[in-house]
């Protein structure tokens, strides 16, 4: 079974940083994609930023420039570095994993190629 579990939600300022890290659970190997979504309130879910098990990443438009992933297969983790918050970044972040991710090797972030999820971390950005 694979399990997904993000961590590192708070508050933090804007223009601040903050890193979240998401851990993945039960694949025998590192050939799995893993990626960042976010909803932001009152809004349907995006796509932040993943990687695929090849080292393909891709990124949400809203995020690029200021946030990076980066991936410990050893430890099974992404981690998502936020740089220069904005307010709009507030959301609630969820990591998702799957074995395939045709799209991430044309950078695009889909929801719809992952079945596995997290259950979220809070972010809130303020001043």
């Known amino acids: 079974e694979v399990r997904v579990a993000e961590s590192g939600g708070e508050t933090a300022q804007i223009g601040g940083s903050l890193t979240l890290s998401c851990v993945v659970s039960?694949?025998?190997?590192?050939?799995?994609?893993v990626a960042w979504f976010r909803q932001r309130p009152g809004q349907e879910r995006e796509g932040v930023s993943g990687?695929?098990?090849?080292?393909?990443?891709g990124y949400g438009d809203s995020v690029k420039g200021r946030f990076a992933v980066s991936r410990d297969n050893a430890k099974n983790t992404l981690s998502l570095q936020m740089n220069n918050l904005k307010t709009e970044d507030t959301a609630t972040y969820y990591c998702a994993a799957d074995r395939l991710c045709p799209l991430m090797w044309a950078g695009i972030v889909a929801q719809n190629e992952f079945l596995n999820w997290g259950q979220g971390t809070q972010v809130a950005v303020s001043s």
């Open positions: 039960g694949y025998s190997d590192s050939y799995y994609c």
């Open positions: 990687k695929n098990g090849e080292g393909r990443m």
